[in-house]
């Protein structure tokens, strides 16, 4: 595959970069964008766009938030797409081997609801007026964020002064809530996951252009450090083994359609730059061969992230169909027949 590195000082010269924009055209043209047609597998017809994706044991969880009706919690395996919980709105999920977590608001407001991955045996963790933000699963135990009010109501830009968002985290067989650490956010987040003893927060600011900003927590110290931060909202993934990865505008694309970079942080806990000049507005995902990104381009690809000095690696799908996400050995399709607030879902092994 075709390289080219950086100098040290992390800027490329404007020749350089009109080489690497033609070496790129060249290596996508060569690059097949589909593979042999491998028998796909229906798995039913959404009846929303499929949003917080995850595959658990070879099957697919996702929330769908239709225009009419309400949003839906649903389980899909080939050949079955089965409802799992309705409310006014599903806005984050999150699941593991035993137990699906999930956030929604009823008439009687917002709460935090658990049950078994089949949807038996559901109850509420947590209920109240104010919206539960990006729920996780972690330990035998559900985080998710809360707003908290600001001390005083003034117009003053002084973050102690501001609202904030607080770590809340209760056992998934029950029990009191147990509120944790605040960071100094004011509008939405999500936690990414607990690894050892650290806890992982995303947190989105949505005032143009967008802000975009890490956090991890002791949680024995409760020490709060920010790791990084980057401009626009773009997502963020903490793998199994507490690797964090997350996205950040490339500065040295001169196409006219803006791209994404890749980091993550390393063992010695600096950031490592990865894959750069992806199409903006995908999502990471953590597979069994590493990690993928899913772009939002139409029809959309997925990419292999890899090191910085290489080109990003375009990984084929079959022909009239579009990957929607992916996960363990997994890929999630959409046919190009079908639109993208109600895809005909299929599956394939991960080429």
């Given at each position: 595959m075709?390289?080219v590195?950086?100098?040290p000082?992390g800027?490329?010269?404007?020749?350089?970069?009109?080489a690497?924009?033609g070496?790129?055209?060249a290596?996508l043209l060569?690059?097949?964008?589909?593979?042999?047609?491998?028998?796909?597998?229906?798995?039913?017809q959404?009846?929303?766009?499929p949003?917080?994706?995850?595959?658990?044991?070879?099957?697919w969880?996702w929330?769908?938030?239709?225009?009419?009706?309400?949003?839906?919690?649903v389980?899909?395996?080939?050949?079955?797409?089965?409802e799992?919980?309705?409310?006014?709105?599903?806005?984050?999920?999150?699941?593991?081997?035993?137990?699906?977590?999930w956030t929604?608001r009823?008439q009687?407001?917002?709460s935090?609801?658990?049950a078994?991955?089949?949807?038996s045996?559901s109850?509420?963790?947590?209920?109240?007026?104010?919206e539960?933000?990006?729920?996780k699963i972690?330990?035998?135990?559900a985080?998710?964020?809360q707003?908290t009010?600001?001390?005083l109501?003034?117009?003053?830009?002084?973050?102690?002064?501001?609202?904030t968002l607080?770590?809340?985290?209760?056992?998934?067989s029950?029990?009191t809530?147990?509120?944790?650490?605040?960071v100094p956010?004011?509008?939405?987040?999500?936690?990414?996951?607990?690894?050892d003893?650290?806890?992982?927060?995303?947190?989105?600011r949505?005032t143009r252009?967008?802000?975009?900003?890490?956090y991890r927590?002791?949680t024995?110290?409760?020490?709060v450090?920010?790791?990084?931060?980057?401009s626009q909202?773009?997502?963020a993934?903490?793998?199994?083994?507490?690797?964090?990865?997350?996205m950040t505008?490339s500065?040295?694309?001169?196409s006219?359609?803006p791209?994404?970079?890749?980091?993550r942080?390393?063992?010695?806990g600096?950031?490592e730059?990865?894959?750069?000049?992806?199409?903006?507005?995908?999502?990471?995902y953590e597979?069994?061969?590493?990690i993928?990104?899913?772009?939002?381009d139409?029809p959309?690809n997925m990419w292999?992230?890899?090191?910085?000095?290489?080109?990003?690696e375009?990984i084929?799908t079959?022909k009239d169909?579009n990957?929607?996400a992916v996960?363990?050995?997994?890929?999630?399709?959409g046919?190009n027949?079908?639109?993208r607030?109600?895809?005909a879902l299929?599956q394939?092994?991960l080429?």
């Amino acid at each position: 595959m075709n390289s080219v590195r950086r100098n040290p000082s992390g800027k490329v010269n404007a020749l350089v970069l009109v080489a690497v924009v033609g070496v790129i055209g060249a290596t996508l043209l060569l690059t097949p964008r589909f593979c042999k047609d491998p028998t796909t597998l229906p798995i039913g017809q959404a009846q929303g766009e499929p949003q917080s994706i995850h595959c658990i044991g070879g099957v697919w969880y996702w929330i769908e938030q239709p225009k009419q009706g309400k949003a839906r919690l649903v389980r899909g395996v080939v050949g079955n797409i089965r409802e799992l919980a309705t409310a006014e709105a599903i806005t984050s999920m999150d699941a593991d081997s035993t137990n699906i977590v999930w956030t929604e608001r009823s008439q009687q407001g917002w709460s935090v609801q658990v049950a078994n991955l089949d949807g038996s045996g559901s109850n509420d963790l947590w209920s109240g007026k104010e919206e539960p933000l990006g729920a996780k699963i972690a330990q035998g135990r559900a985080y998710w964020l809360q707003k908290t009010p600001a001390p005083l109501k003034t117009d003053l830009p002084f973050p102690a002064l501001q609202p904030t968002l607080q770590v809340v985290s209760a056992p998934l067989s029950g029990g009191t809530p147990e509120l944790g650490v605040t960071v100094p956010e004011a509008e939405t987040g999500r936690v990414l996951g607990l690894h050892d003893n650290t806890l992982y927060l995303l947190a989105h600011r949505k005032t143009r252009p967008g802000s975009t900003t890490l956090y991890r927590i002791d949680t024995q110290t409760k020490a709060v450090e920010r790791v990084a931060g980057t401009s626009q909202n773009l997502s963020a993934l903490l793998t199994k083994e507490g690797i964090l990865y997350w996205m950040t505008p490339s500065k040295e694309t001169i196409s006219p359609q803006p791209a994404v970079h890749v980091y993550r942080l390393n063992k010695e806990g600096k950031p490592e730059s990865l894959s750069d000049w992806l199409p903006i507005g995908g999502q990471i995902y953590e597979t069994n061969r590493g990690i993928v990104y899913v772009d939002r381009d139409y029809p959309t690809n997925m990419w292999a992230v890899g090191a910085e000095d290489a080109f990003p690696e375009l990984i084929p799908t079959p022909k009239d169909y579009n990957p929607v996400a992916v996960g363990e050995g997994l890929v999630l399709l959409g046919t190009n027949a079908s639109q993208r607030a109600k895809p005909a879902l299929r599956q394939i092994p991960l080429p």
